[in-house]
């Protein structure tokens, strides 16, 4: 069946430090894969789309990769702030469908 | 505003009873999407729309659940005999994406959260 796996551990990180998520999928081959942000009590706010001919893209302090071998995709926070804390889910699109990680909640400390 | 609208934002109430949960996406946006989120858990797809026509209702977890959209407009979920294990926050996103072009970002509710009783 299809899964998507993101680190249900929290990633705690210092201020100014750069965090890396990682989103694993499997039996999915998707046309592209969003990134979100979800902060307490709010809806999932999208972040960036990077599609399975890009390797890298790249938005101000963030940047995602997509490697369609590994069926792995990864997320960076450069110069993390505590602003930044939050949790951080992957989408996978499958025929207009999208379909969410668990999420990885990243904690940032001053 | 222009972002999406869900209503109620908090609902209680009893199992066994109905409850209407209402969507308003984006003017302009064909496709609308449910998903349910319990507490500490990501995303669970629940329904899409494209236009008023649901091409995959495969996410409803029973029959209890239906949803139906208005044109390309307002979305109702609808959960008849409620019980406990419903209780999650309901969220709507709605999204420029068609069939053609199969790209485009969700753009989320602020969700309705479910308490059931």
């Known amino acids: 069946s299809q899964k998507i796996e993101q680190n249900s551990e929290a990633l705690n990180i210092q201020e100014g430090k750069t965090a890396t998520l990682t989103c694993n999928y499997t039996?999915?081959?998707?046309?592209?894969l969003q990134w979100y942000r979800q902060d307490p009590g709010r809806g999932p706010v999208f972040l960036l789309l990077?599609?399975?001919?890009?390797k890298e893209k790249r938005k101000e302090r963030l940047k995602v990769t997509f490697d369609t071998t590994l069926k792995q995709s990864l997320f960076h926070i450069t110069a993390s702030q505590p602003a930044d804390s939050a949790t951080y889910l992957c989408?996978?699109?499958?025929?207009?469908?999208?379909?969410f990680g668990s999420g990885t909640k990243l904690n940032v400390k001053p | 505003g222009a972002g999406v609208s869900q209503s109620p934002s908090n609902k209680v109430t009893e199992k066994g009873k109905d409850v209407e949960l209402r969507c308003d996406p984006i003017?302009?946006?064909?496709?609308l999407y449910w998903y349910r989120q319990r507490l500490g858990q990501g995303l669970e797809f629940l329904i899409y729309?494209?236009?008023?026509?649901?091409?995959?209702k495969s996410g409803l977890p029973s029959d209890r659940f239906s949803a139906e959209r208005t044109g390309e407009s307002v979305s109702t979920l609808t959960i008849q005999r409620t019980q406990q294990e419903d209780s999650a926050v309901y969220l709507c996103?709605?999204?420029?994406?068609?069939?053609?072009?199969?790209?485009?970002?969700?753009?989320f509710g602020e969700g309705s959260r479910l308490t059931v009783l």
């Open positions: 039996n999915y081959s998707p046309a592209y």
């Open positions: 729309f494209q236009g008023n026509s649901a091409p995959d």
């Open positions: 989408a996978l699109d499958n025929f207009n469908k999208f379909y």
């Open positions: 990077i599609r399975e001919n890009e």
């Open positions: 003017s302009g946006h064909t496709a």
């Open positions: 996103a709605s999204s420029v994406t068609d069939r053609v072009r199969r790209a485009g970002e969700l753009f």
